[in-house]
């Protein structure tokens, strides 16, 4: 910056004494008269006494005061109470210039900070004030305003205009909280122009601002276009990086609206497409955040509807790196939930595991009075789904360049699900190679009171699971309420319940999927509730006693029953010998020919299990034998087989002793039994006499056998 040729406000100072200025004595009146428009003010304001004297005072309207203000265009009268008032007063004069400009040159790069009259107090009322900047042709110049105020106008309005060599709308027209102009090539002006204020509330009209000057940027020439047509409630932000002051000169990063508008940050919305250039010698210095708003409130109609959360393309493609894009999920209150579901399985940023990625998603839920932070996470863990009790906020978070061939495969689904009322759930299936880390959400400040969340651990079911805690006791001291753990088992839905308050539970494995779910108290100021825990996977084993025990203990049964079945078949064979031939009773009374009963006798083994057979023991050979003192036939002892009624299950039950005629399961063939010895041929078989009925000779066939007749195989 090489001249000046003004004061920002050239002021006529004068320090006259009263006797100097001719102004009557004692009690003497006076009278001072300022025109209008004149921009001269009077202020007759006390000086310094030598020596000690009498106080003196200013009488105006018949009060006595000590200092008197005299405005462009007022009158006032007014005298002293002294005979000396030039040893008591002083009368400063100060005139306001109308028009004052001020001449910047600039022979290189570097950038000048100006401000407008009277600043940081107000720009005097409907004044015009200019600044001329001298630029070499070669660079290029860019405003911005780093502060200003406007004041309350009654007439005009109050603006900022550019002369700029070249442009065919000389003057140029902006308001104060318009983007300013950028990237112009030579000389311009800059003219602030003052409006009419109201009289009761005037405001304060006031001007900061910087004139950035350097060498033209390549990519100043590349024009972006960035359509946002079709998103709705979305907004891009273009802005730079914090960095440390320097004193140094830095060159400026601007981003230019159609290559005119341009200002160090941009903030785009939805529903237009833009093209945008960049002013900026290295863009790294720049950044972006976007946000987007995903809302249903028609619980009807959002039940189960999903979406892709995606970065468009659009900004992908930009040369200015992503550090934030944000979806803001809203959900009718009490009535929907939602779920989020990672392409890849998610980890949990702890400080035993930290997250090495170039992206990760930083969850939190928002609630009326309670923001819930639910942590930091990136791909490559066991986390496959999260639910959130009501609304939540998914900030996608880059720190590198190559986040973006990475978050292409990663991506995120979510969904309304039915409302569920712990503040949020995490599913996870653990990785059988590592350990997984989780903690409770808030970790910084604690879990809220009251609240409560969950974790569904899948354990597979070769595999058994490790419960860790990190730590021995939560040091919780709760005001109202407990605080409890509750560790499940999904499949005996058995629960052991511990208190937070005390010491927490030894590491256990768990060979079932489990639940762990933390309720908070409503805990006394100080410590909060916080939870660190890990889950790992062993392989299942099995204990090589129990197996010995098995293998010796189904050892020795088989010895045992093996046994049993040659005793049994030895001594079934010693009867078989000691027995003496089949002897069966011989009627010659009665008809020799087959019963012509069709229903007796027809059924065989195969298709029925209702055969009876009557079996008299040796010593009842002989018929006469059977009367007994009063002449009547004594019933003989029969057998009746019936189907086995036990308890039946996936292995067959075991088979009852050898010698027993009663089969145990329906044979498929006409084979015995292998339980049971086959019947021989000759052992005895004999029939009983019928019962006399007096009066019938309806049917002359006997029956073989006077049993009870065998059910049906259907009843």
């Not at 027809?602 to 009367?627: N, P």
């Amino acid at each position: 910056m090489a001249g000046l040729n003004c004061g920002v406000t050239r002021a006529l100072l004068g320090v006259l004494l009263l006797g100097a200025a001719r102004l009557p004595r004692g009690a003497e009146a006076s009278e001072i008269a300022l025109p209008p428009g004149s921009g001269i003010t009077v202020l007759i304001k006390p000086g310094t006494p030598t020596l000690p004297v009498k106080p003196c005072y200013i009488i105006f309207s018949k009060k006595p005061t000590t200092m008197l203000f005299i405005k462009s265009g007022e009158r006032k009268a007014f005298s002293f109470s002294c005979q000396n008032p030039e040893n008591h007063f002083i009368v400063e004069i100060q005139k306001n210039i109308g028009l004052c400009i001020i001449e910047s040159v600039f022979e290189g790069e570097g950038s000048a900070t100006l401000m407008s009259a009277n600043y940081p107090d107000g720009f005097p009322e409907d004044e015009l004030m200019t600044w001329q900047f001298v630029i070499p042709a070669h660079l290029r110049a860019s405003v911005s305003f780093l502060h200003f105020n406007v004041s309350n106008c009654e007439k005009k309005e109050e603006r900022v205009e550019y002369y700029i060599p070249g442009s065919t709308t000389n003057p140029e027209v902006f308001r104060l909280a318009d983007k300013q102009p950028g990237n112009m090539a030579g000389s311009f002006n800059l003219s602030l122009q003052g409006c009419d204020q109201d009289a009761q509330n005037p405001g304060i009209l006031r001007l900061k601002f910087q004139v950035l000057v350097q060498h033209p940027q390549n990519e100043s020439n590349v024009t972006y276009v960035v359509d946002l047509s079709n998103e709705r409630a979305m907004s891009l932000t273009i802005e730079p990086r914090p960095i440390k002051l320097s004193r140094k000169f830095v060159p400026g990063c601007f981003v230019c609206l159609e290559s005119r508008i341009c200002s160090t940050n941009l903030t785009l919305t939805h529903g237009s497409k833009h093209k945008i250039t960049f002013l900026c010698n290295d863009l790294t210095r720049l950044w972006m955040n976007a946000e987007k708003t995903i809302s249903c409130m028609d619980h009807r109609y959002c039940h189960r509807k999903s979406y892709f959360l995606q970065v468009p393309r659009d900004i992908l493609q930009l040369p200015v790196q992503l550090h934030d894009f944000s979806w803001k999920l809203l959900v009718p209150k009490d009535r929907l939930s939602l779920a989020l579901v990672p392409a890849q399985k998610l980890q949990q940023h702890t400080q035993e595991r930290i997250c090495n990625t170039s992206f990760s998603y930083l969850v939190a839920s928002t609630g009326p009075g309670q923001d819930l932070y639910f942590g930091s996470f990136c791909s490559g863990g066991s986390i496959e789904k999260i639910q959130v009790k009501q609304n939540m906020s998914v900030t996608l978070r880059t720190f590198a360049p190559s986040f973006q061939q990475e978050v292409s495969r990663q991506g995120l689904t979510v969904s309304f699900t039915p409302y569920f009322k712990e503040e949020g759930v995490f599913t996870v299936t653990p990785d059988t190679k590592s350990k997984v880390y989780l903690r409770t959400p808030n970790w910084e400040r604690g879990l809220p009171s009251l609240s409560s969340v969950s974790w569904n651990i899948s354990v597979p079911h070769d595999q058994v699971a490790c419960l860790t805690f990190t730590k021995e006791q939560t040091g919780l001291v709760c005001q109202t309420g407990r605080a409890f753990m509750i560790v499940q088992e999904q499949r005996t839905r058995a629960e052991e319940i511990f208190s937070l308050e005390e010491v927490l539970p030894k590491p256990g494995f768990r060979h079932h999927s489990f639940w762990v779910n933390i309720s908070n108290c409503s805990p006394l100021s100080g410590k909060q509730l916080d939870l660190l825990f890990q889950v790992s996977l062993t392989p299942r084993t099995v204990d090589l006693t129990i197996v010995l025990i098995a293998v010796v203990g189904g050892g020795a049964l088989l010895l045992f029953a093996l046994g049993l079945v040659i005793c049994l078949v030895k001594k079934n064979r010693k009867k078989k010998i000691n027995k003496g031939p089949a002897v069966g009773i011989y009627n010659g009374n009665i008809n020799t020919q087959m019963p012509m009963q069709p229903k007796k006798l027809q059924k065989v083994r195969k298709d029925s299990e209702s055969h009876v057979y009557a079996v008299i023991d040796d010593t009842m050979v002989y018929g006469h034998l059977l009367q007994d003192s009063n002449g009547s036939f004594v019933q003989p002892e029969t057998d009746t087989y019936r189907p086995f009624q036990g308890p039946t299950g996936d292995c067959p039950p075991s088979p009852p002793p050898t010698c027993s005629r009663a089969p145990t399961a329906k044979l498929t063939t006409e084979e015995p039994s292998p339980g049971c010895s086959p019947e021989s041929e000759s052992e005895p078989y004999t029939f009983s006499h019928p019962k006399m009925e007096n009066g019938s000779n309806e049917n002359t066939d006997i029956p073989l056998l006077d049993a009870p007749k065998p059910a049906e195989p259907g009843e």
